[in-house]
């Protein structure tokens, strides 16, 4: 039976993006890394009101399980209100220099719907993974139903991980604008069948004709091997030109996204309390403290 409807709130999900803290920003580069586990952000929303127009549109999105159709045409009449719409002359604050800045528009939207919901869930996706991982220890990588894959994800398809490895500090997807990369958590007897049977590829291969050696025409589902090892981690130079340093990032991953960020903002939390406890009002603790017991599920 077909299920309709956008499906149960993903609290998970929602705790994760709701606990950002809103950070007005120039330019994508100027929050780094980690950084995005806590902070809300989008390039050229300088303005508290349009940045706030953004967030709530993302979490009625994220809360009722909207398309981008959705959310986009609700959203923009209030962005065009706002003025935050097409091409408009700023200053950047890091140069002084007056630029033209690409504000709201349809791809922009889309981009940002996207990135905000994937990053999302799976920061909720790992929460509920590190509850269960007494019964589900393992993460398989899969691709996604891209039409078009990094050659580095197409390599990482089947990877057959602990949900302690290293690996997915660096490696838990997305990973990168546009990637649509996933996890899925498995049991350890359902780890043993991959390691005996292999999982299926992504995509479908040319059957060949035993005695001409020549394609069918048909296409069919393959199974390989899945890799219980972590596949190495190449870095590769790149630098951020609006600090002027030089990141090394993982190659096959967009600069910026080699970050888990469920299991980062757990960090977040911990050292928030551990490092900053004295400085915060009791109803500031009271929360963080809440907001790590959701995260740890205790």
């Not at 580069?29 to 303005?47: C, G, L, N, P, Y």
Request: proline share 8%.
């Amino acid at each position: 039976m077909r299920i309709s409807g956008p499906g149960p709130i993903p609290k998970d999900a929602l705790q994760y993006f709701r606990a950002k803290i809103a950070t007005p920003g120039f330019d994508w580069r100027d929050i780094w890394r980690t950084e995005h586990a806590s902070a809300f952000t989008v390039a050229k929303a300088t303005q508290a009101d349009v940045l706030t127009s953004i967030r709530e549109a993302l979490d009625k999105a994220l809360a009722e399980g909207r398309t981008y159709r959705q959310f986009a045409a609700e959203l923009t009449p209030t962005l065009q209100e706002l003025g935050w719409w097409g091409e408009q002359m700023m200053v950047d604050p890091v140069t002084g220099k007056t630029v033209a800045a690409k504000l709201g528009s349809p791809r922009r939207l889309k981009t940002i719907f996207r990135a905000n919901l994937r990053t999302a869930r799976a920061a909720g996706q790992w929460n509920r993974a590190e509850r269960t991982k007494a019964a589900l220890p393992y993460l398989l990588y899969e691709l996604g139903p891209s039409r078009e894959h990094r050659e580095e994800h197409v390599a990482w398809h089947g990877t057959l991980l602990p949900i302690d490895d290293p690996w997915w500090e660096t490696h838990m997807p997305p990973n990168g604008w546009g990637c649509k990369c996933r996890v899925r958590q498995v049991s350890r007897a359902e780890a043993e069948r991959m390691r005996q049977e292999g999982v299926m590829a992504p995509g479908r291969a040319q059957i060949i004709d035993a005695q001409t050696g020549l394609p069918t025409g048909q296409l069919e589902k393959r199974r390989v091997p899945v890799k219980t090892q972590a596949p190495p981690i190449v870095r590769v130079p790149w630098e951020n030109k609006r600090t002027g340093r030089v990141e090394m990032v993982p190659a096959g991953i967009d600069p910026g996204w080699d970050s888990n960020p469920g299991k980062t903002r757990l960090q977040n939390l911990e050292a928030l309390l551990n490092e900053k406890l004295a400085a915060l009002s009791p109803q500031a603790e009271a929360a963080a403290r809440s907001d790590l017991a959701f995260y740890r599920g205790a």
